[in-house]
């Protein structure tokens, strides 16, 4: 089951794209070449060697759950399903077919029935740590704090290493606008688990939105773990950005094209900065129109670069980019008022 150090959170799961509930929904149809080459064999195979397990074994949860994941990984979650039943049927605190159930309900975005999964593996499996903290997600989403922190506890008085559940209870807290509890909860996660990446960008982000200085060591550390991060970097860089420390912002932006030369945001923030902070017109022109060529649809780089390019005096070239930032966006007001200025620039002129 995906952890939650994944941060596969309730709202990020809800995003699940429609191609994968297809492919969950039509799978079975659509078998696997693999399995029916295999079957088709006359040489023995894994699949065969599982149901012969399951013979000799009817009872035993494992053999069952053994092959739900070798459907599950050749493309046949029905038959996984299925199995998963079976070994709860043979043991109905067999916590891994709780989990791998509810997992694949989520997955196909069934939450009412991963809910009702949800209770039956807390109810007949209460070890599971997992089915805690997933119904903790469930909780918090539904704004149920209350609910959300009993399963938490329970889960660290199963396992009180378990580094997601303090992440959660600090991602509860600074909801709440408590600091303390918040900050001391984030770095109890990352003391119990020094290499949790996750947990040092939220503390991160929750100490930069505190204007805390501290947020840098921890976004150092995220780095540290991680040094081809995208969003570890441009997490720091925008703290620089925000305190005034543009040189580093800008030396970060320029990591992160270095990774990732398409990166339109990081082309964007350097335009951005050498449009408002160093008056570096020419420059600003420059970054912008990397952003737009690797994000067409930009309509604030457009907008941005019309800005840099009317203060160097070419109200043409600036007109033609506030025209194309609202046509992407009609409703863009700055833009809207952009135009209209320089509308009377240029019928101005001498």
Excluded at 103 to 118: A, I, K, P, S, V
Excluded at 180 to 203: C, H, M, R, W
Excluded at 206 to 214: D, E, I, K, S
Excluded at 285 to 291: D, G, I, L
């Amino acid at each position: 089951m995906r952890r939650l150090t994944r941060k596969k959170t309730i709202l990020t799961r809800a995003r699940i794209s429609a191609a994968l509930v297809v492919f969950l929904s039509f799978s079975l149809v659509q078998c696997n070449d693999s399995i029916k080459q295999a079957e088709s064999s006359n040489q023995p195979t894994q699949l065969d060697s599982l149901n012969a397990r399951i013979i000799d074994s009817p009872n035993d949860p494992q053999a069952y759950h053994d092959r739900a994941l070798y459907y599950s990984n050749y493309g046949q979650p029905q038959r996984a399903f299925e199995d998963w039943g079976l070994a709860l049927k043979a043991d109905s605190a067999f916590a891994p077919a709780w989990e791998q159930r509810v997992d694949m309900l989520y997955r196909m975005q069934n939450f009412d029935g991963c809910m009702d999964e949800l209770n039956s593996c807390i109810r007949l499996a209460p070890q599971s740590t997992e089915c805690r903290l997933l119904r903790a997600e469930f909780y918090v989403h539904l704004n149920q704090f209350e609910r959300a922190f009993e399963d938490l506890n329970s889960a660290l008085r199963i396992d009180n290493q378990l580094h997601e559940a303090y992440w959660m209870k600090g991602k509860i807290y600074a909801s709440q606008n408590d600091q303390d509890k918040a900050i001391s909860s984030y770095q109890t996660a990352i003391e119990v688990n020094p290499e949790f990446f996750d947990g040092y960008i939220s503390l991160g982000i929750y100490l930069a939105g505190q204007q805390n200085p501290l947020a840098e060591e921890f976004y150092r550390s995220a780095i540290e773990l991680r040094p081809s991060s995208i969003e570890a970097k441009y997490n720091l860089a925008i703290f620089y950005q925000n305190s005034e420390q543009y040189r580093d912002a800008l030396g970060l932006y320029r990591e992160i094209l270095a990774i990732d030369s398409t990166n339109a945001t990081a082309s964007f923030n350097q335009g951005f900065i050498h449009l408002e902070y160093y008056a570096q017109y020419d420059s600003a022109v420059f970054w912008f129109s990397e952003a737009i060529e690797h994000l067409p649809y930009y309509h604030q780089a457009f907008f941005n670069r019309g800005l840099a390019l009317e203060s160097m005096g070419e109200t043409e070239a600036a007109l033609s980019d506030y025209s194309e930032a609202l046509r992407l966006k009609p409703d863009y007001t700055s833009a809207a008022l952009a135009k209209e200025r320089a509308l009377k620039s240029f019928y101005n002129r001498p």
